[in-house]
């Protein structure tokens, strides 16, 4: 008989519930360690062993993955969420599906039932308060499952998908269980465990290296496999082909002067997309995709980038890390993040109004050079962006290389985070080039994020007047060819009185161009109502109300509008700085936050207003 087979599931919910409300990891960490002694029966003289040592490996892991559902590899999701167990419960317990505790479990996010309910949840919001108030007085008071019986039942529940099957294999786990039993069981499923206490605290406990092997493998089973090999130890973290590692992760800065300090030697700044992670692995003629969170996404994406891959990579065997992306050929844009896996979960056939894109920032590992091992993620960025450009031919258009420029100083950021923003990129990515890839930790010495929402910005409030617009053009653009998608932006010079000032004494300052903030349909309503009015723009000629205005470059716009025929926009953004490219004047990272069809092109603000925001901002 092994452990598991032996050992009592009440036992260890007692454990979980003890260290659910333990304070501090010392103290949870203690609490599990005397579990794991108690059940391996390790013996005081040799108690210093390590945890992973003290069972056998498929004990270990038996007993790990009810303690870290969330890492569990095997049972990925048990495919349902709150709604899915509440109706398992309602058919376990034989309530009538009208009754009032069928229907606080069904809705047992709605405060209003739950407080008329007898025995109000002791969390309102907690789906397992709510549970635990409908089955206090229906549960056994002892039970005699243990921790291997509880994982046969939870492996079947996770394989089979016929409804009836399910009920019958859930009625037989949870039917003889107390609540405490029922409620940790709901929490493993539903993996949501709550204990207070990191996963990497617990893998650094189990043994030195498995949180490393986990980073590198994802995998429950073989980290307990691994670390009870005696003297087992990561010396170098190399990338394993056809096994997910940890994907680098940024962190938020909001700081931009502390930037340059953090990365000395310069850094890489890329825009941010909005898709979804995938770490692509290329064995031969074969590839899998990996997620974000390790998951297995093949059958989603696979179909859609494999010969692309096959015609644009030079290498045998690589792992890729980039972002994939759909492509609204129609819109000439990238879908939002939730319309990638509407699209292709829902296995639509993209047809071809949509392209799936795979955004490639950066190789881990290629088999290119046989002296050299092929895992690659100790060598610094540049070196892998420069491995990068000589392995993939991105002439394809599913296949490409994220654009990234060199900085240093704060002003590089800004201006990037400017140019990005203005192309319709969520943000920026700032990547230290001397560092190498760091596995599944943000550090802000390695890759930070930026994004305007994360400056909420000095300027609110901001009334502007469009004056102009920049036909959407190119890839990142979110609208069709030929219409406008960017505009030109601007102040009145001082307020202006209807009833004495003439409409040619109006002086207008041009502060900028915004092209985010509003969605794509009003876009559209904006483009359609001032469609009739627009006049293309003659860098000769300029209209007399823009003629003070420094229109230089990419500032002149295609087309100009009449102020007393255009539209006043409410702004925000984060500092005004000066500028020689328009009136003296330009506002960074603006953003629209609505459009005011109930202003008057004249109501908007004044250059004054502009100026006393900026001498309450303090920039950077
Ligand atoms: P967020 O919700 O901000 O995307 P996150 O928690 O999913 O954050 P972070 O590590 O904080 O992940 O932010 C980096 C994420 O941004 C990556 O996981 C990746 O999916 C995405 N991303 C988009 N463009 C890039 C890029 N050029 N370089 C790196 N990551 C990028």
New binding site residues.
């Given amino acids: 008989m092994t452990i598991v087979e032996r050992e009592s599931f009440r036992v260890f919910t007692d454990v979980l519930e003890q260290t659910s409300k333990a304070k501090g990891s010392e103290a949870k960490l203690k609490i599990i360690e005397d579990f794991w002694k108690q059940i391996s029966r390790v013996s005081s003289s040799n108690a210093d062993d390590c945890p992973s040592r003290m069972m056998e490996p498929s004990d270990s892991f038996s007993v790990l993955r009810l303690l870290l559902p969330e890492l569990d590899d095997e049972r990925r999701s048990f495919g349902m969420k709150e709604k899915g167990l509440a109706e398992l419960y309602i058919s376990v317990l034989e309530l009538d599906s009208q009754s009032f505790d069928a229907q606080r479990l069904r809705r047992w996010q709605d405060p209003n039932l739950q407080q008329q309910a007898g025995e109000i949840p002791a969390r309102l919001g907690s789906f397992f308060s709510v549970l635990e108030a409908v089955l206090r007085h229906r549960c056994s008071d002892t039970s005699c499952l243990t921790i291997a019986q509880v994982n046969d039942s939870l492996n079947e529940l996770n394989t089979v998908l016929e409804k009836e099957k399910r009920k019958k294999i859930f009625h037989r786990l949870v039917s003889n269980c107390t609540l405490t039993e029922n409620i940790w069981i709901s929490r493993i499923i539903l993996k949501e465990m709550h204990l207070g206490i990191r996963f990497e605290h617990i893998l650094k406990w189990f043994h030195p290296s498995a949180l490393e092997d986990y980073r590198l493998t994802h995998s429950l089973r073989r980290i307990c496999e691994d670390c009870f090999q005696p003297g087992f130890h990561i010396t170098s973290q190399d990338i394993i082909l056809g096994q997910p590692a940890s994907?680098?992760?940024?962190?938020?800065q909001e700081n931009l002067q502390r930037i340059p300090y953090l990365m000395p030697d310069g850094f890489y700044l890329?825009?941010?997309?909005?898709?979804?992670?995938l770490q692509l692995h290329k064995k031969g003629d074969e590839i899998q995709c990996f997620s974000?969170n390790a998951l297995d996404t093949t059958n989603l994406y696979g179909p859609h980038l494999k010969s692309a891959i096959l015609l644009c990579v030079d290498a045998q065997d690589c792992v890729l890390d980039?972002?994939v992306l759909l492509y609204n050929v129609e819109k000439q844009s990238f879908e939002h993040f939730d319309q990638i896996r509407h699209y292709v979960s829902k296995d639509i056939e993209l047809g071809e109004n949509f392209f799936i894109t795979f955004?490639i920032?950066?190789v881990l590992y290629v088999d290119q050079n046989q002296n050299a091992p092929p895992s690659i993620i100790s060598f610094p960025l540049e070196t892998r962006k420069e491995i990068l450009k000589g392995i993939v031919r991105p002439f394809h258009s599913q296949i490409r290389l994220?654009p990234?420029r060199e900085g240093r100083t704060v002003e590089d950021i800004k201006d990037a985070m400017e140019d990005f923003v203005q192309q319709k990129y969520?943000g920026v990515?700032i990547?230290n080039k001397k560092k190498p890839y760091v596995l599944g930790e943000?550090d802000d010495e390695v890759?930070i994020?930026l994004?305007p929402d994360y400056f909420t910005g000095f300027i609110h409030d901001l009334d502007v007047l469009i004056l102009g617009a920049f036909i959407g053009t190119g890839y990142s653009k979110q609208i069709r060819l030929g219409k406008p998608s960017h505009f030109l932006i601007g102040l009145l010079e001082k307020d202006y009185d209807e009833s004495h000032d003439r409409l040619s004494d109006v002086n207008w300052i041009v502060i900028g161009k915004v092209g985010s903030g509003y969605s794509y349909e009003q876009l559209e309503c904006l483009q359609d109502k001032l469609a009739p009015f627009w006049k293309p723009f003659d860098k000769k000629s300029p209209p007399e109300h823009l003629k003070n205005s420094l229109l230089k470059a990419d500032a002149v716009p295609d087309y100009w509008i009449e102020p007393c025929h255009s539209v006043v926009l409410t702004i925000h953004a984060y500092e005004v700085r000066p500028s020689s490219i328009y009136s003296g004047y330009a506002v960074r990272f603006p953003r629209v936050a609505s459009i005011r069809w109930d202003k008057k092109w004249y109501e908007c603000s004044t250059l004054e207003e502009l100026i006393v925001s900026q001498e309450t901002s303090s920039v950077g």
């Fill in positions: 994907v680098s992760l940024a962190k938020r890329e825009p941010k997309f909005d898709g979804e992670r974000r980039g972002e955004m920032f950066d994220v990234y969520e990515v990547k943000r890759m994020k994004k």
